[in-house]
Every structure is written in C-alpha cells, then in structure tokens.
C-alpha cells in the first residue's frame, strides 16, 4: 500500500489542523493504522493508533483530548483531527499502516509509511 500524508501547515498556539493519510494500491480496510511524529533533534514518536473497522482508538498521553483519529474505509482515508495545538506539537507527521486488526504504538511494527507533512505551531 502506498501512503500520501497532507494537510500540515504553519499556525498559531490553539489552532486547528486535520491531516490526511491517503492509500492506495492494496484494500485499506485490511490495515490498522497509526499517526506518529518527530520534532527536530528528537526521536519519532507514537501519536494515535486506530484498528482496521475504526472502533478502537488510543492516543499519546500527550494529545489526550486534543487530538482524534479516525477513518473512512470507503474513501481509503485516514484523518487526525488535532485540536488546541500548542507550540510543542511542532514536528513532521507520519502515518504508518500494517496488515492487523489493531493498531501498535511501536513505529517498528509497521510495514508501511507516508512521506510526512510538516505541522509547525507557533507561540
């Protein structure tokens, strides 16, 4: 499956932005899906993570509340709503699929990712 992330941009400390995850090439309802991220200097980390049917849905602790995963298996999309940016959510964003039901945390048990598009907050 190919992956095309969209939708980052440059905004302001509690903004809105909704980022895109477009697939193609093979049935995107058979992969759980995630969303991760990594800042300047910093490692990559696990942002929200959602399974095959869309019914299960868990986040980082840091974007508890602000941020919503979600999908529409008919249109072979992913979308993160992300909420009350704050400065710190700066950095690439990356979407990453596997052949699952569930979604995993770990960037290393995905198969397949996006090129990433950057989101930068400002203060």
């Known amino acids: 499956v190919q992956l095309q992330a969209s939708g980052g941009g440059l905004v302001q400390a509690g903004d809105s932005l909704r980022l895109s995850c477009a697939a193609s090439?093979?049935?995107?309802?058979?992969?759980?899906m995630g969303w991760f991220r990594q800042a300047p200097g910093k490692e990559r980390e696990f942002v929200a993570r959602?399974?095959?049917?869309?019914?299960?849905?868990t986040y980082a602790d840091s974007v508890k509340g602000r941020f919503t995963i979600s999908r529409d298996n008919a249109r072979n999309t992913m979308y993160l709503q992300m909420n009350s940016l704050k400065p710190e959510d700066t950095a690439v964003y990356y979407c990453?699929?596997?052949?699952?039901?569930?979604?995993?945390?770990?960037?290393?048990?995905?198969?397949?990712w996006g090129q990433g598009t950057q989101v930068t907050v400002s203060s």
């Open positions: 990453a699929g596997r052949l699952a039901l569930w979604g995993s945390s770990k960037g290393d048990e995905y198969d397949y």
């Open positions: 090439g093979r049935t995107f309802s058979s992969f759980a």
């Open positions: 959602i399974s095959r049917s869309g019914g299960t849905t």
